[in-house]
Nanobody, 114 residues
Framework: VQLVESGGGLVQPGGSTRLSCAAS????????MHWYRQIPGKERELLAT???????YYRGSAKGRFTISRDNEQKTVYLQMDNVKPDDTAEYSC?????????WGKGTPVTVSS
């Protein structure tokens, strides 16, 4: 299983960015996918889940501003982040639970600053 995130970087407050997570090593369409983030000094936080059927769930500060989506043909899960705030500065990672084991990518950093 391999997960590779991309798309992070510097974003201005109120701006938007889209993160991508390319998956390989498993049948992507058969698994729910998740986005997490970790703010320095804090625990990793679940932001969003998308099921195999495309149902989405959001938690905490992701509600109303972030959108998770997936492309099963491209084996990629996305996180659209809109109206970002300085508090969104964090390392963002995607996750899959495969064979009862959590797999993570290396993450992609997002810095929200003017």
């Amino acid at each position: 299983v391999q997960l590779v995130e991309s798309g992070g970087g510097l974003v201005q407050p109120g701006g938007s960015t889209r993160l991508s997570c390319a998956a390989s090593g498993f049948t992507f369409s058969d698994y729910n996918m998740h986005w997490y983030r970790q703010i320095p000094g804090k625990e990793r936080e679940l932001l969003a889940t998308i099921t195999t059927g495309g149902t989405t769930y959001y938690r905490g500060s992701a509600k109303g501003r972030f959108t998770i989506s997936r492309d099963n043909e491209q084996k990629t899960v996305y996180l659209q982040m809109d109206n970002v705030k300085p508090d969104d500065t964090a390392e963002y990672s995607c996750n899959v639970v495969y064979g009862g084991i959590d797999y993570w990518g290396k993450g992609t950093p997002v810095t929200v600053s003017s």
